[in-house]
């Protein structure tokens, strides 16, 4: 039996020359080209060798023509699904697609006509509303409430959303970015029987849900047996394997009609594929190895997130959100300034750069967002920088 691989997560590594946005973005979104970038959910953790491995070996053909949706890539989906997730795949359920957001996009444009409504549950990651705006529909946002330092949803507010007859779709961050928060079943239950109920498909957008702490476990709404009529689940490998660069990502859907629906999208927009590259990155890392890989990391995430949430749960008067999924921790800041001061002095007194959280929609103003998946040692001198600021 090959021997298991110990990934080191500590050794910090320099993405300079990578064009990485976090990096070469910082003067553009914080007018400070040097401070350190917490911000943009990728990780500063090298991918396990086994993924570049995997592409050097494709480089030895010096040919990269047109590729077939070969049977591989499905299979592999098919087996991380059922063996990380529970959920048994059939293969014509699969469709690829370059990005969660490309999936998203489409799903505005071919499920819900111009001026019918989508409903988002925010704070939440911020294309969720860009990509129904952009594409001239309507917003119904469903704010979370938080209580006990924990999201929860507002289903008198979902309830009189998804009632409009003008609404078609509700986009759910299913775990949550940027709350953190693992969903229930009996919550999951109830969002997809509102949704089914009335006629709204829901697009689940599980992209996080490999990052998930003990003893929370995710649960996909491919498993929520209600959701099974009305459902698309998206996922990928950028956040797991860091590889959002690589554009390899995929929807579920097991109803047949909706299925035919949501490709017929694709196919307007001519992006139902993902590139040679991703095919052979997603292939590579949605495995056995790929399974171990993500133990470790779990385990080395969790311990950065318990450190985070301990020191900066001391800072008077900012409240934490100890996430139970994803490696970002979202911080309530309201009560220390108004937020573009906070903004100012996190930017340039602690040099730390976080997302700050009207990006997640108006409910985000004054938050922001921290993302841990850094060595550690990096990661803890700049909490310290940011305790010494506001302390
Ligand atoms: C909830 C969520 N969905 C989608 C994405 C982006 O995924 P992709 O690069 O596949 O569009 C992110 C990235 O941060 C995210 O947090």
Known sequence: MKECAVYDFDTAVSRAGTFAEKYEARERFFGKPDVEPFWVADMDLPTPAF???????????????????????????????????????????????????????????????????VVVLSPVYGPFFS???INGRTVSDCPLTVENGRMNMDFDAVETAVQKPETK???????????????EPAELEKLARLCAENGVVIFSDEIHCDIVYPPNRHLSMLNVEIARGNCIVAHSIGKTFNCGGLQ?????????????????????????????????????????EGAEY????NAYLHENIRQVCDKLGGLDSVE??????????????????????????????????LSGGTFFGPAGEGWFRINCAHPRAQLLAAVERILRVFH
């Open 131 to 133: 990509c129904a705006q």
């Open 294 to 297: 993500k133990r470790q990391l």
């Open 320 to 353: 934490i959100i100890k996430p139970e999924a994803t490696f970002l921790v979202w911080c309530d800041f309201r009560k220390r300034g108004h937020w573009q001061d906070v903004f100012k002095r996190l930017v340039h007194e602690a040099n730390v750069a």
């Open 51 to 117: 993924i570049p491995d995997a592409l050097r070996a494709r480089l030895e053909h010096p040919m990269f023509g047109y590729t077939e949706q070969y049977r591989d890539v499905f299979d592999a989906i098919g087996w991380w699904m059922e063996n990380e997730h529970g959920a048994a795949v059939e293969h014509n359920w699969i469709s690829l697609s370059p990005s969660v957001v490309t999936s998203i996009s489409v799903a505005v444009q071919s499920l819900t006509k111009p001026g019918e409504n």
């Open 248 to 288: 390899a990502s995929f929807t579920l859907i097991p109803e047949a009609g909706l299925r035919t629906r949501f490709r017929a999208g694709l196919d307007r927009s001519h992006c139902g594929d993902i590139n040679l590259l991703g095919k052979t990155a997603l292939t590579a890392a949605l495995s056995p």
């Open 169 to 183: 779709l509700l986009i759910h961050c299913n775990p949550h970015n940027p709350g953190g928060r693992v969903w």
